[in-house]
T-cell receptor, first 117, second 114 residues
């Protein structure tokens, strides 16, 4: 298995631009997570999906952030408009959730390093 | 609500020395506990996990952790550090059964000196 795939690996953009991060989870996994990692705040869960449905988006910073999962093999995290404080490493992770929401181990992608100038 | 505290954002050891990374958790329900490792410029990788079976859990690369309910701790240890162990280590907690989201600690960066 190729593992969780994220693209791009690096993104440099200017303030005000739209940024779209992409994630392909491990085949067969039915839960997908978006995390943000910064020096100041550590690793934060932004949103997670189960069976393509957003379950908890309480970690999404503000309306500038949106996430979609149109099918089981693809998810996007969009920032519009981007700001310098959005600079961080964004991780996607996937897992298999059993009946009742029991989550198996999360597998992380390599991350997208975003720099907003 | 659950939380994790990792004592020491940086730990430095000599090659061959004992590695001890501390993690204390807070949970109102029985927990599942995890240790993840992050090598430079990579994503997180599971080292080991406690899911209410044996309290002493063995993971990859010679690491182990012991769940101590009375101390609300899940410290990570390795008898002899290797240079390749240099990385950042994250402790994480969820509820027993794993139906709640995983809550991560701030991480501990381990440096191994030759």
């Amino acid at each position: 298995d190729a593992g969780v795939i994220q693209s791009p690996r690096h993104e440099v953009t200017e303030m005000g631009q739209e940024v779209t991060l992409r994630c392909k989870p491990i085949s067969g996994h039915n839960s997908l997570f978006w995390y943000r990692q910064t020096m100041m705040r550590g690793l934060e869960l932004l949103i997670y999906f189960n069976n393509n449905v957003p379950i908890d988006d309480s970690g999404m910073p503000e309306d500038r952030f949106s996430a979609k999962m149109p099918n089981a093999s693809f998810s996007t995290l969009k920032i519009q408009p981007s700001e310098p404080r959005d600079s961080a490493v964004y991780f996607c992770a996937s897992s298999f959730a059993l009946a009742g929401g029991v989550q198996e181990t999360q597998y992380f992608g390599p991350g997208t390093r975003l720099l907003v100038l | 609500a659950q939380s994790v505290t990792q004592l020491g954002s940086h730990v430095s050891v000599s090659e061959g020395a004992l590695v001890l990374l501390r993690c204390n958790y807070s949970s109102s329900v029985p927990p599942y506990l995890f240790w993840y490792v992050q090598y430079p410029n990579q994503g997180l990788q599971l080292l080991l996990k406690y899911t209410s079976a044996a309290t002493l859990v063995k993971g990859i690369n010679g690491f182990e952790a012991e769940f101590k309910k009375s101390e609300t701790s899940f410290h990570l240890t390795k008898p002899s550090a290797h240079m390749s162990d240099a990385a950042e280590y994250f402790c994480a907690v969820t509820n027993q059964g794993g139906s709640e989201k995983l809550v991560f600690g701030k991480g501990t960066k381990l440096t191994v000196n030759p």
